[in-house]
C-alpha cells in the first residue's frame, strides 16, 4: 500500500511558476512510476507526466511539454512537477498516482491516488 499527499498549489498569475510536490509513505515508493494526472472543472481528467522509478525515462502530455517537468527524489519519498510558464487553461486539480510498472498516460494502470491539490492560473 502506498499513501500519497499532495501539496504546493494555489493561485498564480498566467506565465508564473509553481512547484507541486507528492509526498509518499509506505511500501518500496523508489520501486513505483509516479504519474500526475489534472482534472480542470466540468472537464474529464488527463495525464499530465510520468516518470519511472529511477528517473531516467519521463513521459509528458504534449500541451505540457517545455513548460512542466517532472522529477523525483527517492531519499525523500517525493516526486515533484515543476510548472512554469503556466496559462489559465492548466487550472485543475493535480494528482499524483503510482503505478507498480511500466510508464504511460492510461489512469487505469494506476494503482495508487492522493487526493489532489488545487492549482489556479489567472489571467
Known amino acids: 500500500q502506498v499513501q500519497l499527499v499532495e501539496s504546493g498549489g494555489g493561485l498564480v498569475q498566467a506565465g508564473g511558476p509553481l512547484r507541486l510536490s507528492c509526498a509518499a509513505s509506505?511500501?518500496?515508493?523508489?520501486?513505483?512510476?509516479m504519474g500526475w494526472f489534472r482534472q480542470a472543472p466540468g472537464k474529464e481528467g488527463e495525464f499530465v507526466a510520468a516518470?519511472?522509478?529511477?528517473?531516467?525515462?519521463?513521459y509528458y502530455t504534449d500541451s505540457v511539454k517545455g513548460r512542466f517537468t517532472i522529477s523525483r527524489d527517492n531519499a525523500k519519498n517525493t516526486v515533484y512537477l515543476q510548472m512554469s510558464s503556466l496559462k489559465p487553461e492548466d487550472t485543475a486539480l493535480y494528482s499524483c498516482?503510482?503505478?507498480?510498472?511500466?510508464?504511460?498516460?492510461?489512469?487505469?494502470?494506476?494503482?495508487?491516488w492522493g487526493q489532489g491539490t488545487k492549482v489556479t492560473v489567472s489571467s
Open positions: 498516482a503510482a503505478r507498480l510498472s511500466g510508464i504511460g498516460d492510461s489512469s487505469r494502470r494506476y494503482n495508487y
Open positions: 509506505g511500501r518500496t515508493f523508489s520501486s513505483y512510476t
Open positions: 516518470i519511472t522509478w529511477i528517473g531516467t525515462n519521463t
